[in-house]
Nanobody, 127 residues
Framework: QLQLVESGGGLVQPGGSLRLSCTASESPLDGYSIGWFRQAPGKGREAVSC????????KYEDSVKGRFYISRDNVKNEIYLNMNNLKPEDTAVYYC????????????????????WGQGTQVTVSS
């Protein structure tokens, strides 16, 4: 089975930046679409950003557009989420996830399509 491990979380002040990384156990990784999801305490897990198998298509949740950037390196088995101008409401556990299921660009971030999940990394935005 594909295994995913997130890293890069931590405590950051509002307005700061952070880069999350996700390392996958399989190479190359171009057989999987990848998503970043997050879950705040007491809240459900929600999509943050997703990227297609070849990196040609991306989607972002409205609240992070213009601030977050998703990318991937299928040879290094790594996926990244660059987070800029962080806000307190970005505080959550962030997860990377993967899927093989075919989907449309329109539905590429639907959480029920993702089959493999990492353990999560905590991001706390506070002054």
């Amino acid at each position: 089975q594909l295994q995913l491990v997130e890293s890069g979380g931590g405590l950051v002040q509002p307005g700061g930046s952070l880069r999350l990384s996700c390392t996958a156990s399989e190479s190359p990784l171009d057989g999987y679409s990848i998503g970043w999801f997050r879950q705040a305490p007491g809240k459900g897990r929600e999509a943050v950003s997703c990227i297609s198998r070849n990196g040609g298509s991306t989607k972002y949740e409205d609240s992070v557009k213009g601030r977050f950037y998703i990318s991937r390196d299928n040879v290094k088995n790594e996926i990244y989420l660059n987070m800029n101008n962080l806000k307190p409401e970005d505080t959550a556990v962030y997860y990377c996830a993967a899927r093989r299921r075919a989907t449309t660009v329109q539905t590429m971030c639907h959480i029920d399509l993702y089959e493999n999940w990492g353990q999560g990394t905590q991001v706390t935005v506070s002054s």
